[in-house]
Protein backbone atom coordinates (compact mmCIF):
# COMPACT_ATOMS: atom_id res chain seq x y z
CA UNK A 1 0.00 0.00 0.00
CA UNK A 2 0.75 3.65 -1.08
CA UNK A 3 0.05 6.14 1.44
CA UNK A 4 0.01 9.96 0.54
CA UNK A 5 -0.39 12.25 3.14
CA UNK A 6 0.53 15.53 3.97
CA UNK A 7 2.73 16.54 7.22
CA UNK A 8 0.00 18.99 8.17
CA UNK A 9 -0.93 18.84 11.84
CA UNK A 10 -4.80 19.47 11.22
CA UNK A 11 -4.86 16.22 9.59
CA UNK A 12 -2.10 14.17 11.76
CA UNK A 13 -5.26 12.04 13.46
CA UNK A 14 -5.20 10.76 10.08
CA UNK A 15 -1.85 8.67 10.72
CA UNK A 16 -4.09 6.36 12.75
CA UNK A 17 -4.63 4.95 9.95
CA UNK A 18 -1.61 3.39 8.58
CA UNK A 19 0.37 3.93 11.89
CA UNK A 20 1.40 0.56 12.70
CA UNK A 21 0.83 -1.16 9.50
CA UNK A 22 3.07 -3.81 7.82
CA UNK A 23 1.91 -3.78 4.10
CA UNK A 24 3.29 -0.19 3.63
CA UNK A 25 5.74 -0.05 0.74
CA UNK A 26 5.85 4.11 0.44
CA UNK A 27 4.97 6.95 2.15
CA UNK A 28 4.79 9.88 0.31
CA UNK A 29 4.38 13.27 1.73
CA UNK A 30 4.43 17.19 0.38
CA UNK A 31 8.00 17.06 0.06
CA UNK A 32 7.60 14.33 -2.95
CA UNK A 33 8.12 15.35 -6.36
CA UNK A 34 5.39 14.65 -8.98
CA UNK A 35 7.10 12.31 -10.45
CA UNK A 36 7.79 10.32 -6.89
CA UNK A 37 4.06 10.46 -6.20
CA UNK A 38 3.07 8.80 -9.90
CA UNK A 39 5.70 5.90 -9.12
CA UNK A 40 4.51 5.50 -6.00
CA UNK A 41 0.84 5.10 -6.87
CA UNK A 42 2.18 2.69 -10.10
CA UNK A 43 4.32 0.64 -7.92
CA UNK A 44 1.06 -0.76 -5.43
CA UNK A 45 -2.39 -1.97 -6.14
CA UNK A 46 -4.25 -0.02 -2.98
CA UNK A 47 -3.62 3.79 -2.54
CA UNK A 48 -4.30 5.54 0.79
CA UNK A 49 -4.77 9.90 0.38
CA UNK A 50 -5.35 11.12 3.17
CA UNK A 51 -5.17 15.63 4.68
CA UNK A 52 -7.50 18.45 3.31
CA UNK A 53 -8.59 18.82 -0.41
CA UNK A 54 -11.53 19.60 -2.72
CA UNK A 55 -13.27 17.76 -5.91
CA UNK A 56 -9.93 18.60 -7.73
CA UNK A 57 -7.97 16.23 -5.50
CA UNK A 58 -5.89 16.31 -2.18
CA UNK A 59 -4.08 19.27 -1.27
CA UNK A 60 -0.63 19.48 -0.01
CA UNK A 61 0.47 21.71 3.10
CA UNK A 62 -0.69 25.03 2.84
CA UNK A 63 1.77 28.24 2.98
CA UNK A 64 2.50 30.52 5.44
CA UNK A 65 -0.66 32.57 4.52
CA UNK A 66 -3.09 29.57 5.29
CA UNK A 67 -3.51 28.83 1.24
CA UNK A 68 -3.14 25.66 -0.31
CA UNK A 69 -1.72 25.98 -3.32
CA UNK A 70 -0.22 22.62 -4.68
CA UNK A 71 -2.67 19.49 -5.47
CA UNK A 72 -0.61 16.10 -4.58
CA UNK A 73 -2.85 14.60 -6.25
CA UNK A 74 -4.94 15.55 -8.92
CA UNK A 75 -6.66 15.04 -12.27
CA UNK A 76 -3.33 14.02 -13.57
CA UNK A 77 -3.07 11.08 -11.96
CA UNK A 78 -6.25 9.58 -12.36
CA UNK A 79 -5.17 7.26 -15.40
CA UNK A 80 -2.68 5.57 -13.03
CA UNK A 81 -5.23 5.42 -10.24
CA UNK A 82 -8.46 3.83 -12.14
CA UNK A 83 -6.92 0.36 -11.67
CA UNK A 84 -6.10 0.80 -8.21
CA UNK A 85 -7.84 0.42 -5.27
CA UNK A 86 -8.24 4.13 -3.41
CA UNK A 87 -9.30 4.71 0.12
CA UNK A 88 -9.28 8.96 0.11
CA UNK A 89 -9.95 10.33 3.46
CA UNK A 90 -10.60 14.47 2.45
CA UNK A 91 -13.12 16.91 2.12
CA UNK A 92 -15.36 15.67 -1.14
CA UNK A 93 -12.72 12.95 -2.24
CA UNK A 94 -16.15 11.40 -2.93
CA UNK A 95 -16.98 13.89 -6.22
CA UNK A 96 -13.31 13.71 -7.29
CA UNK A 97 -13.89 9.90 -7.69
CA UNK A 98 -17.75 10.23 -9.18
CA UNK A 99 -15.77 12.57 -11.42
CA UNK A 100 -13.10 9.93 -12.73
CA UNK A 101 -14.77 7.01 -12.23
CA UNK A 102 -12.83 5.69 -9.57
CA UNK A 103 -13.32 2.91 -6.94
CA UNK A 104 -12.84 1.95 -3.34
CA UNK A 105 -13.83 3.96 -0.14
CA UNK A 106 -14.26 7.53 -0.23
CA UNK A 107 -15.38 10.24 2.11
CA UNK A 108 -17.52 13.52 1.35
CA UNK A 109 -17.57 16.76 3.50
CA UNK A 110 -15.94 15.73 6.80
CA UNK A 111 -15.88 18.67 9.45
CA UNK A 112 -12.22 17.84 10.98
CA UNK A 113 -11.99 21.94 12.14
CA UNK A 114 -13.88 24.35 13.25
CA UNK A 115 -14.14 26.74 11.09
CA UNK A 116 -15.20 23.91 8.27
CA UNK A 117 -18.14 23.71 11.20
CA UNK A 118 -18.94 26.89 10.96
CA UNK A 119 -19.27 27.23 7.11
CA UNK A 120 -21.54 23.76 7.23
CA UNK A 121 -24.15 25.13 9.65
CA UNK A 122 -22.83 22.63 12.38
CA UNK A 123 -22.62 23.17 16.27
CA UNK A 124 -19.58 21.90 17.90
CA UNK A 125 -16.94 22.97 19.84
CA UNK A 126 -12.92 22.75 19.27
CA UNK A 127 -13.06 20.08 21.71
CA UNK A 128 -15.67 18.03 20.39
CA UNK A 129 -13.93 17.97 16.64
CA UNK A 130 -10.45 16.81 18.19
CA UNK A 131 -12.21 14.14 20.15
CA UNK A 132 -14.76 12.82 17.82
CA UNK A 133 -11.80 12.83 15.03
CA UNK A 134 -10.05 10.48 16.59
CA UNK A 135 -12.59 8.46 17.88
CA UNK A 136 -13.69 8.44 14.09
CA UNK A 137 -9.94 7.44 12.62
CA UNK A 138 -9.85 4.88 14.81
CA UNK A 139 -13.15 3.39 14.00
CA UNK A 140 -12.88 3.68 9.95
CA UNK A 141 -9.16 2.07 10.32
CA UNK A 142 -10.71 -0.89 12.17
CA UNK A 143 -13.99 -1.32 10.18
CA UNK A 144 -11.83 -1.47 6.91
CA UNK A 145 -9.72 -4.06 8.44
CA UNK A 146 -12.32 -5.85 9.92
CA UNK A 147 -15.68 -5.50 7.10
CA UNK A 148 -13.89 -4.76 4.11
CA UNK A 149 -14.02 -1.24 2.18
CA UNK A 150 -17.74 -2.37 0.98
CA UNK A 151 -19.43 -2.46 3.98
CA UNK A 152 -17.47 0.34 5.86
CA UNK A 153 -20.01 3.18 5.12
CA UNK A 154 -22.92 1.32 6.67
CA UNK A 155 -20.55 -0.13 10.08
CA UNK A 156 -19.28 3.74 10.66
CA UNK A 157 -23.13 4.83 11.02
CA UNK A 158 -23.99 2.06 13.75
CA UNK A 159 -20.85 2.99 15.47
CA UNK A 160 -21.67 6.59 15.96
CA UNK A 161 -22.54 6.53 19.71
CA UNK A 162 -22.67 10.54 20.11
CA UNK A 163 -25.00 11.11 17.98
CA UNK A 164 -24.60 15.01 17.51
CA UNK A 165 -24.41 17.20 14.88
CA UNK A 166 -20.91 16.78 14.25
CA UNK A 167 -20.75 12.96 14.53
CA UNK A 168 -24.19 12.78 12.52
CA UNK A 169 -22.39 14.89 9.53
CA UNK A 170 -19.10 12.76 9.40
CA UNK A 171 -20.09 9.15 9.88
CA UNK A 172 -23.26 9.93 6.95
CA UNK A 173 -20.50 11.22 4.36
CA UNK A 174 -18.70 7.72 3.43
CA UNK A 175 -19.30 6.16 0.45
CA UNK A 176 -17.99 2.79 -1.64
CA UNK A 177 -17.51 2.94 -5.42
CA UNK A 178 -17.37 -0.22 -7.15
Known sequence: MTVIHANDPTTQFLSLLYEQRRDISMHITES???????????????????????????FSVP?????????????????????????????????????????????????????????????????EIDVEMVKFTQRLRDCIERYGLKDTPMRMKELDDVKSELTTFNYSNLYYFE
Open 32 to 58: STNSAVQRAIRETDTVLMLGHGNQYGL
Open 63 to 127: DKDGIYRRFMVDGRYVQFLRSKTCICIWCYANLFAEQYNLHGFFSGMIISELQEAIDNGITTTKE
